[in-house]
């Protein structure tokens, strides 16, 4: 049964429109963007798609075809950041987008709102980015509020960070409101600006593949916020805003001062993988205007040794995943996401995808663990309305 019927059985009434938005695959540049630093996700096939109607009487109703649970009721008066749905749940992302629209002073009354998503959760691949943008969207038309996707996509960081409680980048926000199909996401996370840079993979004979290890390890839990603060001490110390204006060249120089100033070992490293993964970002984008598309592979494993070593984020999953695509065949690999567990990527040949699943899936299971979920990333369009 499609989205919006569910919602007619649901609620009663036919939605005013159903809207979709996708998760995304970082390819490169991990934990830059609240460094104001510089990233390249691409957004994937799998969306959030959501049947809303507007409603005049303050009340937000939320229902999540993925879920077996009633329909959460609310009175948009009644949000607040960190609150019951502010802490956990699904109903808080799309809850704290209206909540951070109406903070921003937009006239937002409530909404009757059902959503489906097959993005899946706890990969790393966004899914709640994608709730969020999703609500936003629709709000945004039904609402006429005007804002673009950038906006859109600020305001529903707003809402994981202010209203959820998660001090996220706005990278996995922008991926779903901005992506466009074909491409990958070149984002400067300082100012804003995108460029759309071409991704076609299957031109060259390639692929991408997503190796999701179905693992979310306890570790990660406050990791995430321990290495944001990590690197704002190494900025302080450092005399800049944000170690997006530590450059590479200046790298050398840059640690021999934290490590004069005493600093934690961790905060070196944190400093340093930032200003490589920022530096591997613009590697890519050059050997990617080059065409020289098979070469961004070494800069992959590159990523993933500097998320290992020094941002130490991956776990024996994800390694597994990279040790194993690389002697098989794979031209790169690494984790990507917020990782301890989550998803690796892998760009293989075309015609090598095959034996390189084969050989993930059976060193998955001789290692005991539960068989990964692979699937290619289609670089894929954005937030749209659908009907």
Known sequence: MSVDAQFK????????????APGRVNLIGEYTDFNEGFVMPLALPHTAVAAVARREDGVLRLHSADIDAPVVELRVDDLAPLSKYGQGGWAAYPAGVVWALRDAGHAVAGADIHLSSTVPTGA?????????VVTAYAMNDLYELGLTGAELAVLAQRAENAFVGVPCGVMDQMASSCATEGHALHLDCRDLSIRQVPFDLAAHGLELLVVDTRVKHELGDGAYAERRAGCEEGARVLGVTHLRDVSYAELGSSIAELELAGVDEKVVRYVRHIVTDDHRVERVIELLDSGDVRAIGPVLVQGHVSLRDDLRISCPELDLVVGTAMTSGALGARMTGGGFGGSAVVLVESDDADTVTKAITTAFGEAGFTAPRVFPAVPSAGARRQA
Not at 9 to 20: K, M, S, T
């Open 9 to 20: 059985d649901l609620y009663g009434y036919e939605p005013a429109g159903v809207w979709a």
């Open 124 to 132: 790393g691949l966004s899914s709640s980015a994608a709730l969020e």
